[in-house]
T-cell receptor, first 117, second 112 residues
Framework: DAGVIQSPRHEVTEMGQEVTLRCKPISGHDYLFWYRQTMMRGLELLIYFNNNVPIDDSGMPEDRFSAKMPNASFSTLKIQPSEPRDSAVYFC???????????????FGQGTRLTVV | KQEVTQIPAALSVPEGENLVLNCSFTDSAIYNLQWFRQDPGKGLTSLLLIQSSQREQTSGRLNASLDKSSGRSTLYIAASQPGDSATYLC???????????FGKGTRLSVIA
């Protein structure tokens, strides 16, 4: 398996523009997570899905942020309009429900480095 | 609310030295704890996962221990090498597939 795939790897955009980040989870994984990493706050959860349904979006900072998962193999995180303070690395991760919850392991993509100027 | 703390924030050691990275968490009701490695500009690579029922896990030169009741974990790296230089992140899961809660990491530099 190719692992969790994110695109683009780098995005530079102007303030006010719409930004769409994409994620393909590992095949067969039923949980998908979006995290944001900054120097100040570290890694923080934005939203996560189970079987394509959003479970908890309390980490989404503002209404400017939205996420969708139209099917089991694709998710998007959209920022509209973007602001300089949105500059960060955005990670997608996935995991699979097994009979052994204690052994559930999360796998991360390479991240998308977003710069809003 | 679960909080994860990693100390020290940065560490510099000479090559060959054995070292310990520390992680503490506030709520001991966890399912598992994962240690990750992150190289500059890269994603997270899972190193070790310790289930709450386990006390330690080993992989090569790495050994992770877990003391759930005291809310602590350590990552022991034996005979450190310059290639071990990276940021090491600790994360806990409160319930199986619930999201991981991360510490801010320890940035390790191993000097040749």
């Amino acid at each position: 398996d190719a692992g969790v795939i994110q695109s683009p790897r780098h995005e530079v955009t102007e303030m006010g523009q719409e930004v769409t980040l994409r994620c393909k989870p590992i095949s067969g994984h039923d949980y998908l997570f979006w995290y944001r990493q900054t120097m100040m706050r570290g890694l923080e959860l934005l939203i996560y899905f189970n079987n394509n349904v959003p479970i908890d979006d309390s980490g989404m900072p503002e209404d400017r942020f939205s996420a969708k998962m139209p099917n089991a193999s694709f998710s998007t995180l959209k920022i509209q309009p973007s602001e300089p303070r949105d500059s960060a690395v955005y990670f997608c991760a996935s995991s699979r429900t097994t009979g052994d919850l204690m052994n559930t392991e999360a796998f991360f993509g390479q991240g998308t480095r977003l710069t809003v100027v | 609310k679960q909080e994860v703390t990693q100390i020290p924030a940065a560490l510099s050691v000479p090559e060959g030295e054995n070292l310990v990275l520390n992680c503490s968490f506030t709520d001991s009701a966890i399912y598992n704890l994962q240690w990750f490695r992150q190289d500059p500009g890269k994603g997270l690579t899972s190193l070790l996962l310790i289930q709450s029922s386990q006390r330690e896990q080993t992989s090569g030169r790495l050994n992770a221990s877990l003391d759930k009741s005291s809310g602590r974990s350590t990552l022991y790296i034996a005979a450190s090498q310059p290639g071990d230089s990276a940021t090491y992140l600790c994360a806990v899961s409160d319930s199986g597939n619930t999201p991981l809660v991360f510490g801010k990491g320890t940035r390790l530099s191993v000097i040749a």
